[in-house]
């Protein structure tokens, strides 16, 4: 199937951040499964032609190429809505919303410009259903087998962060540090750096415990009270809810322990205590951390058992098979 990738190819649009979600995850996961995909980087050529023309450019292309989808990972304002509904004249249109838990408003206006969209919220397509959007579609995160997966390398880290700043992030990491625990974290605004891809797969297969923390803003009090910075972005942050990342998802692909926080509807992809770990508290995530170093064989299982339930049920490739049926398109 010819498919036209309308996302940004660098991270955030910047090509000094190394490649993006989209590019890794959709565009060769799709390139994986034999399609023919045209990627559309609308940032870089925003960047070089400014917005009207790069709306032009999208239309033209696909009158050119006539694909039997057109497929967006949107980022803020770069589309006019008057693009994408000409654009429905040539190929089915289809959206990603990988934020819509918390960035409501913009998902629901933007949902209303295309064929389908979809929702990594659990209960998003009745959410969107009583708005009379009845096209939406729950994707959740999912896991690219041929970027992700196990090495069993040896164990260099007991405990490892691979994800950006964060001052709540930051707080959990010097917690567990002033307890005795040796914690390796990097990404972007870490002091230890940004690693790419390979070296995050390594860190992954080389770590005894790999911490998924979230980053929506906490009101607990010892956090405010121990960071100024963090209770300004407590009250300036829009996220009020935890969500299902991609990170679930990659983690367990590599055949790694996670540790995960609890977000709703976790259990109906992973078994927690079986498939993957998870605090529920600063507190608790202590508790966890200690148990599971402590524990090989209780750690190993989890991770085992993880791997196997990723690979079987939520790789990108039975993603978009189930996406593809709903919106009646050939999956060949």
Not at 67 to 81: G, H, I, N, V
């Amino acid at each position: 199937m010819k498919i036209l990738l309308v996302c940004m190819q660098y991270d955030y649009g910047d090509r000094s951040r190394g490649y993006s979600y989209e590019h890794y995850n959709f565009y060769e996961s799709l390139r994986s499964l034999g399609h023919e995909v045209i990627l559309f980087d609308y940032m870089t050529e925003i960047q070089a032609l400014g917005k009207a023309e790069m709306n032009r450019k999208l239309l033209a292309m696909a009158e050119e190429i006539r694909p039997a989808l057109a497929m967006f990972s949107l980022y803020t304002d770069q589309f006019e809505p008057e693009t994408v509904q000409q654009l429905r004249e040539h190929t089915k249109t289809l959206c990603f919303f990988h934020d819509d838990t918390w960035r409501v408003e913009y998902s629901r206006f933007w949902a209303r410009q295309f064929d389908f969209f979809s929702t990594p919220d659990h209960y998003g397509e009745s959410k969107y259903q009583a708005l009379g959007l009845p096209n939406a579609i729950h994707f959740p995160f999912g896991c690219n087998e041929k970027l992700y997966f196990k090495t069993d390398a040896p164990k260099r880290y007991d405990v490892s962060f691979v994800g950006g700043w964060h001052p709540y992030r930051e707080w959990l990491v010097e917690r567990l540090r002033k307890a005795g625990f040796s914690v390796h974290a990097v990404g972007h605004r870490w002091p230890a750096g940004k690693v790419g891809h390979d070296e995050m797969v390594q860190v992954f297969n080389e770590s005894r415990i790999n911490l998924n923390m979230s980053n929506s803003a906490s009101w607990d009090a010892r956090f405010l009270m121990a960071s100024p910075r963090g209770l300004l972005n407590r009250i300036r942050s829009p996220k009020t809810v935890e969500q299902l990342k991609a990170r679930h998802f990659e983690i367990n692909g590599c055949g790694a322990f996670q540790l995960s926080y609890y977000v709703e509807g976790l259990e109906t992809y992973y078994e927690i205590g079986k498939e993957i770990g998870i605090y529920v508290d600063p507190d608790d995530l202590l508790a966890k951390v200690a148990l599971y170093l402590s524990n090989d064989t209780l750690r190993e299982s989890i991770a085992e058992a993880g791997h196997r339930r990723t690979l079987n049920d939520h790789t990108f490739g039975k993603r978009f098979a189930k996406v593809f049926q709903r919106m009646g398109l050939n999956n060949d």
